[in-house]
Structures are given as structure tokens and as C-alpha cells.
């Protein structure tokens, strides 16, 4: 099973940005779709972002539309978030995960980060 590890997050000023990384060992990523969630203090986690094995076909979540990009680098064994324009509520515990579906369903995912902390001050 494929390992991941976030990397990336910090702490940020509102309207500043951050770039996170998810890199994978133990296994090849362009054999896996991809997705980013997060996840605040007593909520659930949610869907931020996700791309498809090619990196063609990309889906983000309304409230980061038109500030975050998901990309990947099937050479180096890497995805990333580029997350601009943060916001106080951008505040979470940011994951990585694999699926081989297209989905914005946590159970569709099978393998996780343990998670890289972002936090955006007002």
C-alpha cells in the first residue's frame, strides 16, 4: 500500500498563501486519483479537492473554487495544493489520500496522510 506525507502547511495571515505537498512512496501515484480534504476542530472532514490519474480532470469544492489549484507530478510521486487568497476559515488539518475512483467521498479513499497543519490568522 502506498505511503503519503503532507508537507507544507503553517501558519498564514489572511490573504496570504501556502503550497502543500503530498508525497508518496511505496508505490506509483499515476495509479491512483487523488484528493486533498481538511479537517477543523469538531467537524468533519471534508472534500477540498481532488484530481483524476492524468491530472486532466480536476474538482474543488465551492467554498475554494477560483483560490486553491490541485496539480500533480506523476514523475516525482507528487501532488500538490496551492492555496491562495487563505482565509481565517481555511483553518484545518489538511490530508491527502488515494482513491481509484473519482470522488468526493472520504470512504472512497483508501490511503491517507497523517496530515499537515494550516492555520490562518485575521
Known amino acids: 500500500q502506498v505511503q503519503l506525507v503532507e508537507s507544507g502547511g503553517g501558519l498564514v495571515q489572511a490573504g496570504g498563501s501556502l503550497r502543500l505537498s503530498c508525497a508518496a512512496s511505496?508505490?506509483?501515484?499515476?495509479?491512483?486519483?487523488l484528493g486533498w480534504f481538511r479537517q477543523a476542530p469538531g467537524k468533519e472532514r471534508e472534500f477540498v479537492a481532488r484530481?483524476?490519474?492524468?491530472?486532466?480532470?480536476?474538482d474543488y469544492a465551492d467554498s475554494v473554487k477560483g483560490r486553491f489549484t490541485i496539480s500533480r507530478d506523476n514523475i516525482k510521486n507528487t501532488m500538490y495544493l496551492q492555496m491562495n487568497s487563505l482565509k481565517p476559515e481555511d483553518t484545518a488539518v489538511y490530508y491527502c489520500?488515494?482513491?481509484?475512483?473519482?470522488?468526493?467521498?472520504?470512504?472512497?479513499?483508501?490511503?491517507w496522510g497523517q496530515g499537515t497543519q494550516v492555520t490562518v490568522s485575521s
Open positions: 489520500a488515494t482513491s481509484y475512483t473519482i470522488s468526493r467521498y472520504p470512504n472512497h479513499y483508501d490511503s
Open positions: 511505496g508505490g506509483i501515484l499515476n495509479n491512483y486519483a
Open positions: 484530481i483524476s490519474r492524468s491530472g486532466v480532470s480536476k
